[in-house]
């Protein structure tokens, strides 16, 4: 347990030494800011597939709710952007607690339940009859509030809170409830473990990292469209990131992102279908030969990865 | 009232059309239990064989679906030895087996996004042939007719096929319980591989009618295709090829009923008619039990 | 039917759509009370344990603990209450050590007084405790499960086919383990398809067949009771066939 405090501690100081230094070091800013944003994103994946099982292919949905959510208290309600950002958060929350139904889906018919809802959530705030609200498909504009600055530490911010919430989960006896559910909710019932709620709780967590990283996103980048937001490809790069790096622990979605979110901007801004090309057929080679992730390859050699 | 009718008319054809292109994903679900995300991404091949076909070579569309048939037929086969033996034998073979197909499908519209480009290509819908309809005293486009039909004609075979054939017999067997079949000394591995190769080569006959019923075509339209056929199999009940039918038809007739309405809000259909079922009843209008969720 | 009984039984009916398992079946138990519970396959013994420990819902009919109505409560709180089970087949969690198997089922106990205090150490499995559960063999599954069941702290214990694939000197510690539960209180039910085995554990038996009790009374004088002998004819392959469900 102490091993992993000082291992956990090094992580979430490197995290934010990294990303506080990456914007003197590199000159767009956005860069780094979009890796956190993914990282983040990544985590809240980790949360829910990493000790549940759950792949949710919609993961997006909670993202854009939280950049509209943003927009709506912002511009409507006229809160102040950083009570905004939370409640932005508190609208994936909501979201999510509506599609809360879906977990009584398994596997397949899960992961393509909530794609759905997510399209559901995109249809409805990009249709032209929610212009008075959402500003439908026009897209909204958020330069009143617009602090480039601000807004990337706060991605940090919410970045080192889910990293951590990640460590405690992994070493708690809800995580262990979690990892028991996963593998029979039957026995784990007859542990007394209260699986439905169990369920619900990691799940609503996890649409709260989507939901405050979309609302940051939203901040930050100011304007954005309904398609940008609720683009399918956010779903994507967080599930490939954390697969390819390991679900279930702390630092797989850590080395997913770097690596994969590095190569991307390495090739994928130009040429997107090349990078595309090349992480598809990272997932075939990773379900054939790798399944846990590139972190097995350690655990595989008994070294013990947080 | 004629608005009416030509929208449920409408929806019939695009009904059975849906269907087809959904039952192959079906059908691989059936026998092996395996949810292949790509089965969107052979369609869309499926429609670019029938467009290059068409313009470069001047291949009439259905000499093209009779090649195509054939091509996917290999294809799949292949598929199946190269990697579903090894994923039928891991921890999860379900949730592996979405992963891996997600990648595949990545790899397809990746490389189809290289080959074409992004724009989409349209066919001139007379390239079917004429066939016009008149009915309740509304025309119906040639294509929509044709497709209607073709999509009877493979949906008719794929039925012989199951009920009327030694080994159709014998993929029942193994959809019915896959280790029970083995047991009865049935080569579940070579009937997997053959129902695999033929749950491609019905996704390429509704890719070459794709360009004539739904219009422009691009690489990344596979992925809305997947999702139709998932919501409308899920709406008959995965694993009952029947029920494709039965799903496709519900989806057709609500899509045109909303397009005719409510057009604004026509492209959540597919994604609402899932959810609902999904919660409301997860085995499918034709579903028997509930599954364990 | 007594009402100071740990556990009622009444009426209880269970149908799995057209099929009838359960049709109206009623026992009572009482504290350190064994219970045989034994019949054909696909006589409703299993599907008794599964009403009772809340893994289904009867179609009709009660389960009262204590006096108190289970119909509406779920699964993981009766294990809180203080009823457990052990699974035919049984699956441990392989992503955890055999001691966190053993953990995840005590944590949400609270103050509740266990019989055993060291269920992995009870049951024979202390040299494995760090070990990953998935490195057991079936036999050592089979304790765990057991293991798991005692760390809720039972008051009952739903035992199901304990024995199958147990080889004799396994199957004798088990019967000494079980018996020594029930002398520190513990009611338990047993299925079992090895007669002897519950020969070991108790002379109390409910032959069931068809979804009825057809005989209640003493192992002994159930071999000789005519309905139980009929039923039992041809049933050798019983044991064989057993664990396919």
Known sequence: ?306 | MSTFLFAVVSGILFGVFFSLMAIGLNFAFGVMKIVNLAHGDFVMLGAFGAYYALTVFGVNPFATMLLEIAVFLVVGVGLYYGIIPRLLRSDDPEMLSLILFFGISQVIEALATLAFGTNPVTLPTNALGQLSVQLFGQAFGSSWVIGFLVSVVAIGLLYLYLYKTKMGIATRAVMANRNEAAASGINVNRISAVAFGIALALAAVAGVLTPFMLGGIYPSVGVNLTITSFSIIVIGSLGNPVGTVVGGLVYGLSLLLMQTYLSSWANMVPYVLLILILLIKPSGLLGKGARNA | ?245
């Open chain 3, 1 to 245: 039917m007594s009402h100071d009984a740990l556990l009622n039984v009444s009426q209880v009916v269970k149908r799995f759509g057209g099929f009838t398992a359960l049709n109206g079946v009623s026992l009572s138990l009482n504290r350190g009370e064994i219970l045989g519970l034994v019949g054909p396959n696909g006589s409703g013994k299993t599907t008794c344990i599964n009403v009772i420990s809340g893994l289904y819902a009867p179609d009709g009919g009660d389960v009262s603990f204590h006096g108190r109505s289970l119909v509406h409560v779920p699964m993981f709180r009766r294990a809180l209450l203080g009823i457990n089970r052990t699974f035919q087949i049984p699956k441990p969690f392989k992503a955890l050590t055999v001691r966190e198997n053993v953990e995840v089922a005590g944590a949400y106990v609270g103050q509740r007084k266990r019989v055993v205090d060291d269920p992995v150490d009870f049951v024979g499995l202390a040299a494995f405790a760090d070990a990953s559960a998935s490195s057991l063999t079936s036999g050592q599954q089979k304790m765990l499960d057991l293991a798991r069941a005692l760390s809720t702290g039972p008051e009952l214990l739903l035992v199901d086919e304990l024995a199958a694939g147990l080889n004799p000197q396994e199957l004798d510690a088990v019967a000494k383990k079980l018996t020594f539960l029930a002398s520190q209180g513990v009611a338990m039910i047993v299925v079992e398809h090895l007669l002897g085995f519950v020969n070991q554990l108790t002379q109390h038996v409910i032959v069931m067949n068809e979804g009825r009790e057809i005989f209640e009374g003493a192992l002994s004088a159930a071999a000789k009771d005519p309905q139980v002998t009929a039923v039992y004819l041809g049933q050798s392959e019983v044991s064989v066939r057993d664990g396919r469900q």
């Open chain 1, 1 to 306: 347990m102490r091993k992993n405090k000082l291992s956990n501690a090094i992580i979430l100081v490197g995290l934010a030494i990294l990303f506080i230094l990456a914007p003197l070091l590199y000159p767009n800013q956005s860069v780094p800011f979009q890796m956190m944003a993914y990282m983040a994103l990544a985590q809240g994946i980790n949360l829910l597939y990493g000790f549940t099982g759950y792949l949710p292919f919609g993961y997006v949905g909670f993202f854009g709710s939280g950049a509209y959510g943003v927009s709506v208290l912002v511009l409507l309600l006229h809160w102040s952007v950083i009570p905004a950002v939370i409640g932005g958060g508190l609208v994936a929350v909501a979201v999510a607690l509506l599609l809360s139904p879906l977990l009584r889906l398994s596997g397949a018919y899960f992961s393509i339940g909530s794609l759905a809802a997510s399209e559901i959530v995109y249809y409805i705030v990009s249709n032209p009859n929610m212009q008075n609200i959402t500003q439908g498909p026009y897209g909204v504009n958020l330069a009143g509030v617009y602090a480039p600055n601000t807004s990337y530490y706060a991605m940090l911010v919410i970045l080192l809170i889910f990293t951590a919430v990640v460590m405690y989960v992994k070493n708690s006896t809800f995580g262990m409830s979690l990892l028991a559910i996963k593998e029979d909710p039957v026995s784990a019932a007859m542990c007394g473990v209260n699986v439905v709620r169990n369920r619900v709780v990691i799940w609503l967590a996890s649409a709260f990292a989507a939901g405050l990283a979309g609302a940051v996103y939203g901040w930050y980048v100011s304007v954005f469209y309904p398609s940008s937001v609720f683009d399918l490809t956010i779903s994507i790069f967080a599930i490939v990131f954390t697969l390819f790096g390991g679900g279930g622990t702390v630092l797989g979605p850590i080395v997913g992102t770097i690596v994969l979110y590095g190569l991307y901007n390495t090739i994928g801004v130009s040429s997107p279908q090349y990078f595309q090309l090349i992480y598809g057929l990272l997932i075939v080679v990773l379900v054939m030969f790798l399944p846990q992730g590139l972190t097995s390859l350690l655990k595989r050699r008994g070294i013990n990865v947080p």
